[in-house]
């Protein structure tokens, strides 16, 4: 069995090269057979991912909670829901990782709790001025009776940013503050209780041996002073664009909070790690979060947001690397997560869709399939040779693309309900994976249940299909993986080469890389020996949508 290091050199720690899967568990795999997936699930399918070749799991959350926002919600920080399992599932399920050299890093939601958590559910009972209703952040209303919310800020989801309580008399009473859905109310960071409060939460699962932490909202848990008005500009998508001072996103004041957090993951021996995921308008703001004494990773949304596009892409590579260069962290690279419509869908899209809209049947600007499908294993090409970690969300490998026909009915996200079906919301890229071909939910589960429901054509995705298909996507990143290993391009530098202006093209050592994001093929040298390709070469040109790492003699 692979040992996990428990030290490492200072500059290489495991996370500044992993390659981290995100397993989002409700449709990872489903033990129990009631449709949503869970921990023993995961214990069950862990040699899928050893066998893939991932340095570490992040799992989106797990812990008790009333699922109005797919366990973003969390009412009991210390605990798994039922849905999921046990604490005891959790730890074999930790183990079993470990003992395939898999490090484990779980999602923390300190922005906000679930309405359901104790600490609310006390605030709400209590008076206005409480200790209680310090945690959160509640307000008096404006208006002549308060019953106009305290400022004009909008949801994330749609909609207001305020609910107003029913005090414990039966009045109309205070207004409390969610970024998110009214069933996550925010806490108040500025309250040292608070602060406390998740100290102790990190060390409760860094004593059951967790690798380290992604911090959801990691770029909001502090409201600017005073709370003044803010409008977005119009074309602002629902993280508040380009613009700089957006008084709920990245104030100053967050900072402390990490290099609190950063102390107490260095008491724990392991390299533990805290990943940001904070959605900013530009890198250097983002570079911010991983300064030395903060967090480890933060996500690098801006290259996820960037189009296929050759010069947009270059141009994110290097200001990426200088960014976060500029800082002594690692860059990170990511493609698709639980949020954002599936790379093998959205990189062929022919309209802006802001993040959070999401695309479903009405959607007229639907992705070429095959368009998609040649561009993704591209993009994860190129991504999987670049210096840093990076991040893949579960069904990458398999080429998924966005589950576009879902109906109505079986919308969950809270942004579809928020805006009367105006945005479809994240459910297509959250569908339970397929398995194998035949079966019941395509092996999800023995019970064929499935909170999402499956499109029928992804029998051809499924994982049985693929594995036995040398040119499938999944035996693509396999062979990318073990060659990015073999080539050590998680750590070092590129060197940029020049292909044409359709081309993003560097040097790792001795192995080219080059895509071709134009229209027209690229000729590659006559001695061009592959390693490996996204898609069939055509002699030695290199078709459009197509990227590949080759060694040459010079
Ligand atoms: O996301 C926060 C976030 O910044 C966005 O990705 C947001 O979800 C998106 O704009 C909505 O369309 C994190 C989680 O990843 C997300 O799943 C949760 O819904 C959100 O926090 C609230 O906890």
Not at 112 to 126: D, G, R
Not at 210 to 232: C, N, Q, S
Not at 469 to 484: E, G, K, N, Q
Not at 517 to 545: N, Q, Y
Request: with cysteine.
């Amino acid at each position: 069995m692979p040992q996990l290091e428990q030290f490492a050199a200072p500059g290489s720690e495991w996370w500044r090269s992993a390659v981290i899967y995100q397993i989002y568990p409700r449709s990872f795999a489903d033990a129990s057979g009631d449709g949503i997936g869970d921990l023993p699930g995961i214990t069950a399918r862990l040699d899928s991912l050893a066998d893939l070749g991932v340095d570490a799991i992040w799992l989106s959350p797990f812990m008790t909670s009333p699922q109005r926002d797919a366990g973003y919600d969390v009412a009991d920080y210390r605990d798994v829901d039922p849905l999921f399992g046990t604490l005891a599932d959790f730890d074999t399920m930790l183990t079993e990782a470990h003992a395939r050299g898999i490090r484990v890093v779980i999602d923390l939601v300190p922005n906000h709790s679930s309405a359901q958590h104790a600490w609310f559910q006390a605030a709400l009972k209590a008076a206005p001025g409480s200790p209680e209703r310090a945690r959160y952040i509640f307000r008096d209303g404006k208006g002549e009776n308060g019953e106009l919310p305290p400022n004009n800020w909008e949801s994330v989801f749609g909609g207001g940013m305020w609910e107003r309580v029913t005090e414990a008399d039966g009045t109309p009473g205070q207004w409390y503050l969610h970024i998110f859905d009214p069933t996550q109310p925010d806490f108040d960071w500025t309250n040292e209780e608070v602060r406390e409060e998740f100290r102790s939460i990190l060390r409760f699962w860094l004593d059951r041996g967790v690798d380290g932490f992604r911090v959801d909202v990691a770029h909001g848990m502090i409201k600017a002073e005073g709370l003044p008005d803010y409008t977005p500009p119009a074309d602002a998508d629902s993280m508040g664009g380009e613009e700089a001072n957006v008084p709920y996103w990245g104030q100053e004041a967050v900072h402390d909070i990490y290099r609190d957090w950063h102390r107490v993951l260095a008491e724990y021996d392991g390299d533990r790690a805290l990943c940001g995921e904070a959605w900013l308008p530009t890198l250097k703001k983002t570079a911010l979060w991983v300064r030395p004494d903060e967090m480890h990773q933060t996500f690098n949304f801006p290259y996820l947001k960037t189009a296929w596009d050759a010069e947009e892409l270059r141009d994110v590579i290097r200001d990426s690397l200088d960014a976060f260069g500029a800082v002594g962290a690692p860059s990170t690279w990511v493609l698709s997560n639980h949020d954002v419509v599936r790379h093998a869908s959205r990189l062929a899209l022919t309209a802006d869709n802001p993040q959070g809209e999401g695309i479903g049947p009405l959607t007229p600007y639907k992705p070429d399939t095959a368009t998609g499908l040649a561009r993704a294993r591209a993009a994860t090409t190129v991504m999987l040779a670049l210096p840093g970690s990076a991040y893949l969300y579960q069904g990458e490998e398999l080429g998924l693309p966005e589950a576009m026909e879902i109906p109505d009915a079986f919308r969950q996200d809270p942004t579809w309900f928020r805006t009367n079906g105006e945005r479809y919301g994240r459910d297509g890229c959250r569908v339970p994976l397929p398995w194998t071909a035949d079966g019941p939910s395509f092996g999800f589960n023995d019970s064929g249940a499935s909170w999402l429901p499956q499109p029928a054509h992804w029998a051809a995705y499924a994982r049985d299909v693929e594995a036995a298909d040398p040119d499938s996507t999944l035996s693509l990143y396999r062979r990318l993986l073990t060659a990015r290993r073999e080539h050590g391009f998680g750590s070092g530098s590129l060197i940029w080469e020049d292909a044409g202006a359709d081309a993003v093209a560097f040097r790792r050592g001795d192995v080219h890389v080059v895509a071709n994001l134009g229209r027209e093929p690229i000729t590659l040298p006559a001695d061009a020996s592959v390693i490996v390709a996204s898609g069939p070469l055509d002699g030695s040109s290199l078709p459009v949508d197509t990227a590949v790492w080759y060694t040459a003699r010079e």
